[in-house]
C-alpha cells in the first residue's frame, strides 16, 4: 500500500530505486503505514488489506492485529467520522498532529521553518493539492519511508536519517502515538496509536545504538 501523497519530489539520479537491506525496508513499510492511515479516512480497498495483516507478539504485533481485526468491523464512512474528530473537528479535532504545536505549543513555528529548509536539501516540496503544513505527522512519515528507500534526490545516509528522524521526529512523534492511542475518540485508531509509539522508541533506541 502506498500513502495518499502530501509531498512531492525529484527523481533520484541513479534513474530508478537502490536496493535496500529488508530490516531498513521493514521501516519504510512501517512508515508507509502510517503515513497512509493518518493522512485521510482509509476507504474500502485500505481496510479490506489490513484484514490480511498479522503480527508477533510485540507491541507493534499487538496494535496489527487489534488493527486487522477492526478492519473488518468498522466501515468506511465511520472511519471517516472517527478521522474527522480526531484531526479536524469543528475548527480543530481533538488533536493537532503537528511537530510546531507539540514542540512549541504553536502552529506555524521554528521545527516548520527547519523542515521546509531540510525539505529543500532533499529536493522535496509540498503536493499542491495539498494545503496543511508540512510537519504534520502523516508527511513526516511519508518523508522518512522515502528516505529511507532513496526516493528522493539521492541515497541518504543513516546518519541523515538519523538526524532527520532526531530534528523532526524524534522529540515529538512518540507523545503524539501516546496520545492517539488515548484519545477519547480513539477506536479504530487506538492501534495505529500503539504502532506508531512502539515503533517510535525503537527507532530512538536503534538510532542512539548506530551512533
Not at 525539505?119 to 513526516?140: H, K, Q, T, Y
Not at 541523515?160 to 480513539?186: T, V, Y
Amino acid at each position: 500500500m502506498e500513502p495518499q501523497d502530501q509531498i512531492d519530489s525529484a527523481s533520484a539520479d541513479s534513474g530508478g530505486a537502490i536496493s535496500i537491506e529488508t530490516e531498513d525496508r521493514l521501516r519504510a513499510d512501517l512508515y508507509s503505514l502510517l503515513a497512509l492511515l493518518l493522512a485521510k479516512p482509509p476507504g474500502p480497498d485500505v481496510l479490506t488489506k489490513l484484514q490480511e495483516f498479522t503480527g508477533e507478539s510485540t507491541d507493534i504485533g499487538s496494535g496489527v492485529k487489534t488493527l486487522a481485526k477492526l478492519a473488518g468491523k468498522i466501515s468506511p464512512k465511520a472511519c471517516e467520522k472517527e478521522f474527522n474528530a480526531l484531526f479536524i473537528g469543528l475548527g480543530r479535532g481533538e488533536l493537532l498532529p503537528y511537530a510546531s504545536f507539540y514542540m512549541t505549543g504553536f502552529l506555524n513555528e521554528k521545527p516548520l521553518a527547519r523542515l521546509r529548509q531540510d525539505m529543500r536539501a532533499f529536493g522535496i516540496s509540498r503536493a499542491e493539492d495539498v494545503f496543511e503544513p508540512e510537519d504534520n505527522i502523516a508527511s513526516l512519515c511519508e518523508m522518512m519511508a522515502g528516505l529511507i528507500q532513496g526516493s528522493f534526490l539521492r541515497p541518504v545516509s543513516l546518519q541523515e536519517q538519523r538526524d532527520f528522524f532526531r530534528i523532526h521526529i524524534g522529540p515529538w512523534a512518540g507523545h503524539f502515538f501516546s496520545d492517539l492511542e488515548a484519545a477519547k475518540n480513539s477506536v479504530f485508531y487506538a492501534p495505529v496509536g500503539t504502532i506508531g509509539r512502539a515503533f517510535m522508541q525503537i527507532e530512538s533506541e536503534a538510532f542512539r545504538l548506530d551512533e
